[in-house]
Each structure stands twice: as structure tokens, then as C-alpha cells.
């Protein structure tokens, strides 16, 4: 049976340095971190992981805003709020929560944060920061960022000689990881829904992660004796068996069955969704100490 790595434990590591940097910070006399965090709207899941990510931030030490707009909020009045939060001082990072309101061009109002503030690292010039490398002054996106970690974990930094396999394409998970995967020295594949014969392709994978959206598509023979996989997907699915009306989240991975193959695993729960807040935290300790004019710290 695979190892299971443990997301939680690995996140709450994070936050803890996150603390002590945040402390160090001030005693050297320079501004605490300020995280500013916007949500348009009412999406249930979006207010849970504002709340927690505002209550990460508190627990950090950090300066947290949070501005809660209103459904209706135009793209404007979105753009104002950005900007204003591109001019305070006080504010070291701007999160604006995803998905935005269908009226809302999301790619504009990403854009429109200063690169140097955009700790989810979504701007085009952390993406183009990402894949040239400049990884010493880039913000990367807070899952992928995570998910390393969790690799790291187990295998750790240099992948050198490894053959990986992104299942997922999406700019904001699947692109970076391939990325980061790149820059660690692994051989990368990047499939998606056109790849033929993905299973085959799958078992080619000393690291497998998992980032197309899908309930429990990966299956156990999809996987490679002793491969590390690493399941990005966080899908709800309906589960009569806990009663009616009731569900129960899932992975992209079938996780019993990919568990008997692999060498190490992330759960669903409990895996990478838990890092992709502390690595909210992370960099935006890093960015407050790159404002500071100080070294930026590694995790
Ligand atoms: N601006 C952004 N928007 C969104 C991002 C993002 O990185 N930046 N990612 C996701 C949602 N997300 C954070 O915003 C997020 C998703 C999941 C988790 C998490 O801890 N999941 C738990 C399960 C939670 C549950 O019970 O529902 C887990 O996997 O253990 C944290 C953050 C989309 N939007």
C-alpha cells in the first residue's frame, strides 16, 4: 500500500514558517504583511475558502483585508477596487477570489493587479516569469506551488531522471505544473482530452498528478508500481450510501484502487487543497520581504 502524504500536516508546517518569517519581519522593522482578499458574490464554496484564507492570514500575523462585493459589482467598480489595492502600501498581496460572476472578464481583472502584489500568480508576467524560470522573483500559483511540496516530500528536489505525466491543461493548475515539474529536472508530459491512449500513458509516470476536474477518473491500472501521484481534483459527488440528499468529495484519482499500485499518494480530502492556502501565505510573506528590499525565503 502506497504512502499517504499527509497535506495537512505538510500545510500547517508552511503556515508555522510563515509565522516565524512574519515575526522576523518585524523585528527588522519593516511592515507586516498585508493580504487583501476579494470575493464577488455569494458562491458557497468561494465564501468557505475566502473565510479560511482571511483566517490563515489573521493567524499569520498578517495585515488581512477583505473586500466582500456584491453579485452585481460591475467589472468597474472590480477595477477600482484593484487599483486602489495596487496603490496601498499597506498591502503586500491582492487575491480575487475565482470564479468571478459570468458579466466579469476575469482575465482583465487579473491583469490589472500589479504583478509584484499577485500572489496567486496568474499574471502574465509571473506566468512568463514561471516559464522562463525566474523563479527567484516569480509568484506561482498557490496549487502547483503546493503540490511540489508535497512531492518534494517524497522524492525530493532535484527529479532528475523521472518521467512525469500531467493529466490537465488548465492555465492555472496543469500549465504550471508542468512548469515546475520542467524546472526540477523531470521529463514532462502534459495530456489532456485529445491524448490518445492516456492509460498507456499514464503508466509511463514516475509522478502522475491529477488535474482535469473529473470524479475518480485515473484508475489503479493507470498507474505505474511505485509511482507518486499527486490528485489536484476536488469533485462533490452524490452519496446515497450517507443518506439521501447527502454527498462526499472526491479526487481525480480512484484512490483505492490507484493506492495498491502507487508508492506514495495524496487523499482527497486532506491533500493538496489544504497547501494551496498556506502557499497563499507563503507568498505573500515572500512578497512583503521582496518589498522590504530583503532576500526572498525559500519553502
Ligand atoms: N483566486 C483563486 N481562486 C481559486 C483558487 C485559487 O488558487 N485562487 N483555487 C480554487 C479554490 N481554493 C482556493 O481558492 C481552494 C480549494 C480547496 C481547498 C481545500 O482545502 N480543500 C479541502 C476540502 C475542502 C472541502 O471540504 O470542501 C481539501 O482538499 O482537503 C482550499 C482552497 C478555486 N478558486
Same mark, same amino acid.
Given at each position: 500500500?502506497?504512502?499517504?502524504?499527509?497535506?495537512?500536516?505538510?500545510?500547517?508546517?508552511?503556515?508555522?514558517?510563515?509565522?516565524?518569517?512574519? $515575526?522576523?519581519?518585524? #523585528?527588522?522593522? #519593516?511592515?507586516?504583511?498585508?493580504?487583501?482578499?476579494?470575493?464577488?458574490?455569494?458562491?458557497?464554496?468561494?465564501?468557505?475558502?475566502?473565510?479560511?484564507?482571511?483566517?490563515?492570514?489573521?493567524?499569520?500575523?498578517?495585515? $488581512?483585508?477583505?473586500?466582500?462585493?456584491?453579485?452585481?459589482?460591475?467589472?468597474?467598480?472590480?477595477?477600482?477596487?484593484?487599483?486602489?489595492?495596487? &496603490?496601498?502600501?499597506?498591502?503586500?498581496?491582492?487575491?480575487?477570489?475565482?470564479?468571478?460572476?459570468?458579466?466579469?472578464?476575469?482575465?482583465?481583472?487579473?491583469?490589472?493587479?500589479?504583478?509584484?502584489?499577485?500572489?496567486?500568480?496568474?499574471?502574465?508576467?509571473?506566468?512568463?516569469?514561471?516559464?522562463?524560470?525566474?523563479?527567484?522573483?516569480?509568484?506561482?500559483?498557490?496549487?502547483? #506551488?503546493?503540490?511540489?511540496?508535497?512531492?518534494?516530500?517524497?522524492?525530493?528536489?532535484?527529479?532528475?531522471?523521472?518521467?512525469?505525466?500531467?493529466?490537465?491543461?488548465?492555465?492555472?493548475?496543469?500549465?504550471?505544473?508542468?512548469?515546475?515539474?520542467?524546472? &526540477?529536472?523531470?521529463?514532462?508530459?502534459?495530456?489532456?482530452?485529445?491524448?490518445?491512449?492516456?492509460?498507456?500513458?499514464?503508466?509511463? &509516470?514516475?509522478?502522475?498528478?491529477?488535474?482535469?476536474?473529473?470524479?475518480?477518473?485515473?484508475?489503479?491500472?493507470?498507474?505505474?508500481?511505485?509511482?507518486?501521484?499527486?490528485?489536484?481534483?476536488?469533485?462533490?459527488?452524490?452519496?446515497?450510501?450517507?443518506?439521501?440528499?447527502?454527498?462526499?468529495?472526491?479526487?481525480?484519482? #480512484?484512490?483505492?484502487?490507484?493506492?495498491?499500485?502507487?508508492?506514495?499518494?495524496?487523499?482527497?480530502?486532506?491533500?493538496?487543497?489544504?497547501?494551496?492556502?498556506?502557499?497563499?501565505?507563503?507568498?505573500?510573506?515572500?512578497?512583503?520581504?521582496?518589498?522590504?528590499?530583503?532576500?526572498?525565503? $525559500?519553502?
Amino acid at each position: 500500500m502506497a504512502e499517504v502524504i499527509d497535506g495537512k500536516s505538510v500545510a500547517e508546517d508552511v503556515v508555522q514558517k510563515v509565522k516565524a518569517l512574519t $515575526s522576523e519581519l518585524s #523585528a527588522k522593522g #519593516a511592515t507586516r504583511p498585508g493580504l487583501a482578499v476579494v470575493i464577488v458574490g455569494e458562491d458557497p464554496a468561494s465564501q468557505v475558502y475566502v473565510a479560511s484564507k482571511s483566517r490563515t492570514a489573521k493567524e499569520c500575523g498578517f495585515h $488581512s483585508l477583505q473586500h466582500t462585493l456584491p453579485a452585481e459589482t460591475t467589472e468597474a467598480e472590480l477595477l477600482k477596487t484593484i487599483g486602489d489595492l495596487n &496603490a496601498d502600501l499597506s498591502v503586500h498581496g491582492i487575491l480575487v477570489q475565482l470564479p468571478l460572476p459570468g458579466h466579469i472578464d476575469a482575465g482583465k481583472v487579473i491583469q490589472t493587479i500589479a504583478p509584484e502584489k499577485d500572489v496567486d500568480g496568474f499574471h502574465f508576467i509571473n506566468v512568463g516569469k514561471l516559464g522562463t524560470g525566474e523563479l527567484e522573483t516569480a509568484f506561482v500559483p498557490c496549487t502547483p #506551488a503546493g503540490s511540489m511540496l508535497l512531492i518534494e516530500r517524497v522524492r525530493g528536489k532535484d527529479l532528475s531522471g523521472l518521467n512525469a505525466v500531467v493529466v490537465g491543461r488548465s492555465n492555472i493548475v496543469g500549465k504550471p505544473m508542468a512548469n515546475l515539474l520542467l524546472a &526540477a529536472n523531470c521529463t514532462v508530459t502534459v495530456a489532456h482530452s485529445r491524448t490518445k491512449d492516456l492509460p498507456a500513458l499514464a503508466r509511463t &509516470a514516475d509522478i502522475l498528478v491529477a488535474a482535469v476536474g473529473r470524479p475518480e477518473m485515473v484508475k489503479g491500472d493507470w498507474v505505474k508500481p511505485g509511482a507518486t501521484v499527486v490528485d489536484v481534483g476536488i469533485n462533490r459527488i452524490p452519496a446515497p450510501e450517507k443518506g439521501e440528499g447527502r454527498s462526499r468529495l472526491v479526487g481525480d484519482v #480512484a484512490y483505492a484502487e490507484a493506492a495498491k499500485a502507487a508508492g506514495a499518494i495524496t487523499p482527497v480530502p486532506g491533500g493538496v487543497g489544504p497547501m494551496t492556502i498556506a502557499m497563499l501565505m507563503a507568498n505573500t510573506v515572500a512578497s512583503a520581504y521582496l518589498a522590504a528590499g530583503l532576500k526572498r525565503p $525559500s519553502f
